[in-house]
C-alpha cells in the first residue's frame, strides 16, 4: 500500500512535466500575436512560423464528424470533437452552395484541414462553430495527431483522407507563457524526483 501511495508523486510529477514540455514545444512555434490566415492558405503552405492563427474564409463539414464522448453520471458529455473543413473559395465549396435544402452533400475531394473543439458540447454548438467568419486557435501538429479510431471513424465518411497530410487547428488555445511552461516542468520534475527517491528509499528498507 505504501509503495502504491508513493507511485502518486511520481506519476503525478511526470505528467505535469510532459504537459509544460508539451506546451514549450507549441510555445516555440507560436507568437502571442496571431496571424490572420485564410483556409486555403492554410491548406497550400501551412502556418509557417506563427503556429497561433486567425482562420479565414473556411467551411466546416459539420455534417459528419467525429466526437469523443465521457459519460458523467446520468449524462453524456462530449469532451472533444473533429470538424474536417474545406477552404470557402473552394470548387466544392461552391458546389454547396448549389444543392437543395435537406440534402446531404458529398464528401470533399480533399480535406487538409480538421478542427478540434473541447468547447463542443452537442450538434447544435457544432452548428455555431461552423457559423463562425474565423476561429483563432492553434496549429497543434507539432505535439499532436489523431488517435487510431479518430482516424477510422473519418474515413469512412471521408475516403481517401490522407491524414498525414491534415493540420489540426484546437480552436480557442492560445500559446502560454515562459512562466507557466517552466512551472510546469519545473514543478513536475521536482516533485517526480521526490517520488522517486522516496520510493528508491521505501524498495530499501
Not at 136 to 151: D, P, R, T, Y
Not at 172 to 198: E, I, K, N, T
Request: charged share 20%; proline share 7%; net charge neutral.
Amino acid at each position: 500500500m505504501m509503495t502504491r501511495l508513493l507511485l502518486v508523486p511520481l506519476v503525478l510529477g511526470s505528467v505535469l512535466f510532459f504537459i509544460g514540455l508539451q506546451d514549450w514545444r507549441l510555445a516555440v512555434k507560436a507568437k502571442d500575436q496571431p496571424q490572420q490566415i485564410s483556409a486555403a492558405q492554410l491548406e497550400l503552405a501551412g502556418p509557417g512560423d506563427n503556429a497561433h492563427i486567425v482562420l479565414n474564409r473556411v467551411v466546416l463539414c459539420e455534417w459528419s464528424f467525429v466526437y469523443e464522448a465521457s459519460r458523467r453520471a446520468s449524462h453524456q458529455d462530449w469532451r472533444w470533437v473533429w470538424v474536417p473543413a474545406v477552404s470557402l473559395d473552394s470548387p466544392y465549396a461552391h458546389q454547396l452552395q448549389s444543392l437543395p435544402p435537406g440534402v446531404e452533400p458529398p464528401p470533399p475531394p480533399s480535406v487538409r484541414i480538421i478542427i478540434k473543439s473541447s468547447k463542443a458540447k452537442s450538434e447544435a454548438d457544432v452548428h455555431q462553430l461552423a457559423m463562425n467568419d474565423t476561429l483563432e486557435g492553434m496549429v497543434v501538429n507539432e505535439i499532436e495527431s489523431l488517435g487510431s479510431e479518430e482516424k477510422k471513424l473519418l474515413s469512412e465518411s471521408y475516403p481517401g483522407i490522407d491524414f498525414s497530410r491534415c493540420w489540426i487547428v484546437q480552436v480557442d488555445r492560445r500559446p502560454v507563457g515562459s512562466g507557466q511552461v517552466l512551472g510546469f516542468m519545473g514543478g513536475g520534475g521536482m516533485l517526480a524526483l521526490l517520488g522517486l527517491s522516496l520510493l528508491i528509499s521505501q524498495l530499501r528498507k
